[in-house]
């Protein structure tokens, strides 16, 4: 079973390793792409947080979004992500820190539910299409982005992709504001380590947790696939 295992991983490292190579440049998709802003919404996927101080990571996003806020390419930012792997919820946290750094409480929407990147396109889209919003784009890290492409493209969700450009972000301000943030503190939290076997979150990495709604699955096919999890 470990052998396997390994193997699994490798497997899923050069997938997206393939990905990441064979995929237009960030440059290249942010030219593409801003010329149809400005976007109703964006999508920052989440990233954990130890309760001190952001990471490079969650600081790239966070500081990302609130450029392409700023300069007038999304009206909205929708932060995504659940508790997962520390009692702080990712979303409540760079939701947190994006009014920190001037975005209006108003244009501030959460998605606490997502806990895989698949997750954070899916049921972000789901609040987008809840307050009506249209035009709808990701904006990460070309990694994390380029391996989404292939799952946008399978369910055909009107995302589009807005990657980090590092000489346009370490040109910003990317001091860390100050927040408090227990309010994003999680009671009763249960790590997904303790939760979910390693197959168990590589599935969801793959999109296999997602709970459905039927509408947004395309296809017979998919409906078919997919009917032990769709939601009522």
């Known amino acids: 079973m470990k052998v396997v295992s390994i193997i699994t991983c490798l497997t899923l490292t050069m997938l997206l390793s393939g990905c990441f190579l064979l995929s237009p440049s960030a440059e290249k998709t942010n030219r593409k792409y801003l010329t149809k802003a400005p976007y109703d919404a964006i999508i920052i996927p989440g990233v954990p947080f130890d309760g001190k101080h952001w990471s490079e990571t969650m600081r790239n996003r966070v500081q990302w979004g609130a450029y392409l806020y700023r300069k007038g390419y999304a009206k909205n930012i929708i932060y995504s992500g659940s508790a997962v792997y520390t009692e702080y919820e990712e979303a409540a946290v760079m939701a947190l820190y994006g009014e920190a750094l001037g975005i209006p409480k108003e244009h501030i929407f959460t998605d606490p539910r997502a806990e895989h ?8 889209y789901r609040v987008a299409k809840k307050h009506g919003f249209q035009k709808i ?12 492409r292939k799952f946008i493209k399978k369910f055909d969700f009107p995302v589009d992709l807005l990657p980090i450009i590092k000489d346009t972000l370490l040109k910003q301000d990317l001091t860390e504001p100050t927040i408090n943030p227990s309010s994003a503190r999680r009671t009763n939290f249960v790590s997904i380590v303790e939760r979910q076997s390693k197959w168990q979150r590589l599935r969801g990495t793959f999109g296999q ?19 032990d999890r769709i939601e009522p």
């Open 117 to 124: 990147t698949t997750e954070n396109i899916y049921y972000s």
């Open 137 to 148: 784009a990701l904006a990460t890290d070309p990694f994390q982005l380029n391996g989404m």
């Open 209 to 227: 947790h997602i709970c459905w709604k039927e509408e947004d699955l395309k296809t017979k096919h998919l409906r078919k696939k997919y009917s």
